[in-house]
């Protein structure tokens, strides 16, 4: 199984960038994602990343270091609808997910 | 649009009682699962099933059950529903091989148990 961490809230400003740690413990690591959810409803993926490096989407990026156990999401040019729970979530082998606790990002005027 | 569909939004039910949550995906998914959703503690794996009448536990099986009987529908079962169930419950579904690319959540039942 695998242990994530994440913080539990952030805060930021409108138009600013702002990235969300995580750092994982896993055995059979196949992959980290991704997740957001807005309150009262589904998440829905944004990224999911297996090898280290960065991938870019748009306004949002996700980065992994393997051998570090560590990913981050950025988000630029912040949006007031971007204030979310951004969920890290591990790929166990057999294709299982872990998710982490959530962030809850609050982006302010 | 492909859709994983929650039956209800909301439940309140009272303690002790036989409480059904349904999910339908019409994506002809292999797998479904059924998670909760706690402030803290992330979403946890109840039960997930990997084809029609197959089931297996997941990280928090105690005081719940499951069915499936078909392939586009997974029941989620609370034999006797008790006040620390109450919780969001999430349904979601994936293709066979693909893992959590394919996952595609419901929107949630929000349980309260009384």
């Known amino acids: 199984g695998q242990n994530i961490d994440q913080p539990t809230e952030m805060t930021a400003t409108e138009g600013a960038i702002v990235q969300i740690n995580c750092t994982y413990q896993?055995?059979?690591?196949?992959?980290l994602f991704w997740y957001q959810q807005h309150a009262g409803e589904a998440p829905t993926f944004l990224s999911y990343?297996?090898?280290?490096g960065l991938e870019e989407k748009g306004r949002f990026s996700s980065f992994l270091s393997r051998s570090k156990g560590y990913s981050y999401l950025l988000l630029k040019e912040l949006q007031m609808k971007d204030s979310a729970s951004y969920l890290c979530?591990?790929?166990?082998?057999?294709?299982?997910?872990?998710f982490g606790g959530g962030t809850r990002l609050m982006v302010k005027p | 649009d492909v859709k994983v569909t929650q039956s209800s939004r909301y439940l309140v039910k009272r303690t002790g009682e036989k409480v059904f949550l349904e999910c339908v995906q019409d994506?002809?998914?292999?797998?479904m699962f059924w998670y909760r959703q706690d402030p803290g503690l992330g979403l946890r794996l109840i039960y997930f099933?990997?084809?029609?009448?197959?089931?297996e536990k997941g990280d928090i099986p105690e005081g719940y059950s499951v069915s499936r009987e078909k392939k586009e529908r997974f029941s989620l079962i609370l034999e006797s529903a008790s006040t620390n169930q109450t919780s969001m419950y999430l349904c979601?579904?994936?293709?066979?091989?693909?893992?959590?690319?394919?996952?595609?959540f419901g929107s949630g039942t929000r349980l309260t148990v009384v």
């Open positions: 994506m002809d998914h292999e797998n």
């Open positions: 896993t055995s059979g690591f196949n992959g």
């Open positions: 979530v591990g790929n166990n082998a057999g294709n299982m997910l872990t």
């Open positions: 099933s990997y084809d029609v009448k197959m089931k």
């Open positions: 990343n297996v090898l280290d």
């Open positions: 979601a579904s994936s293709p066979g091989v693909t893992g959590g690319i394919g996952y595609t």
